[in-house]
Nanobody
Framework: QVQLAESGGGLVQAGGSLRLSCAAS????????MAWFRQAPGKEREFVAT????????NYADSIKGRFTISRDNAKNTVYLQMSSLKPDDTAVYSC?????????????????WGQGTQVTVSS
């Protein structure tokens, strides 16, 4: 089992920045590809970014490319999502996920473990 706990969400004005963290415990963190997804009210869960177990490969959704950066610190068992130039459309609950693979996918159904999520609200 892998336990995931997100933090860092909050209220920010458009154009601002936030850094989300996801702390993992349980199994060997460095064996898992990690990802961030988000879900806005009334909308389906949306892929944001994924990172390989070593951190050497990252993939992003087109909607956030160039504004968000995913990273990880395997010594701290933590994955991050640095969000910049935030827009009201970025408002959502952001969740991290883990899968025992060399690289994650954009399909949320392929992930084995999920955190509870953290709310990000961007005001205009």
């Amino acid at each position: 089992q892998v336990q995931l706990a997100e933090s860092g969400g909050g209220l920010v004005q458009a154009g601002g920045s936030l850094r989300l963290s996801c702390a993992a415990s349980g199994r060997t963190f460095s064996d898992y590809a990690m990802a961030w997804f988000r879900q806005a009210p009334g909308k389906e869960r949306e892929f944001v970014a994924t990172i390989s177990p070593s951190g050497g490969i990252a993939n992003y959704a087109d909607s956030i490319k160039g504004r968000f950066t995913i990273s990880r610190d395997n010594a701290k068992n933590t994955v991050y999502l640095q969000m910049s130039s935030l827009k009201p459309d970025d408002t959502a609950v952001y969740s991290c996920a883990a899968v025992l693979r060399v690289l994650g996918t954009a399909d949320w159904r392929s992930y084995d473990y999920w955190g509870q999520g953290t709310q990000v609200t961007v005001s205009s």
